[in-house]
């Protein structure tokens, strides 16, 4: 039986990436350093669910701290998170066992981390609707993240390099604590240095993923872990090793990673 929350896990594509840029009247480098921190450069876990984040001081606010016994999911203070990754569905999990709406409320998706609670900033008509397309593709959470950056006016920190602000607004008061205005700043000085990803490699990495062949990072990077599973999943396929990923290897993995 498939995960909860688990979608086609659609790769992020060209053309949504640069409308989204279009739309905020920024440069890729910017687009990608908020990719980059929000989403650790990937919006989906390798069985095919969002990347999620549960905060559990917001499950508190929306249940009136009726369930701060479970200190873990529920509790005044933020922190608590524990690993990243399969372990925030196990917490979100026990949340939903005791209210859904809140537990999906206090629970940030996808590649924009976009806050339950943000669902009609995000230009989604409710939350329900906002997960169910995130979980079908990385396009849909972009788009939500950017009609959500445009909502909040962030487009205009964005534009001219205001990471402080930009960060303020984007993940609240308490941004410092995870200097997400340093880290943002930093990854926006090595996009606009080098070269950018390459959202075709990045597609293949993603779906080695999720047919159980380790790439190392979805970074859009060609390296040598991403080499090394590409010709492990070429050689369960009947093919010879190779030193690049081709047209015919991306039309593979899509016939195969995509249900």
Known sequence: MSPMFTGRGSALDSDT??????TLGVDAAKLWA???IEAKRCGFLPDRRPVILFERHKFSE????????????????????????THQYDRLAKALKL????AIWSTSWGLGQVMGFNAEAAGFPDMETMIDEMCGSE??????????????????????????????KYNGKNYHINKYDDRLR???????????????VREAQLL?????YDPGLIDGWFGSNTLRALNHFRAKTG???????GSSDLKLLRKEGYP
């Open 62 to 85: 929306k249940t009136g701290g009726k369930y701060d016994a479970s200190a873990d999911i529920s509790n005044p203070e933020p922190g608590g998170y524990g690993a990243a990754g």
């Open 34 to 36: 908020v990719v980059e």
């Open 208 to 212: 080695l993923s999720y047919l159980g």
């Open 239 to 245: 093919l010879p090793e190779t030193d690049k990923l």
């Open 186 to 200: 930093g990854a926006h000085q090595k996009f606009s240095t080098g070269p950018l990803p390459d959202l075709l």
């Open 17 to 22: 990436f640069d409308n989204a840029a279009e």
């Open 99 to 102: 209210n859904r709406e809140a």
């Open 139 to 168: 396009n849909a959470q972009l788009i939500g993240m950017t009609r959500f950056m445009l909502r909040g006016g962030l487009d205009k920190a964005l534009r001219v390099g205001d990471w402080t602000t930009f960060a303020r």
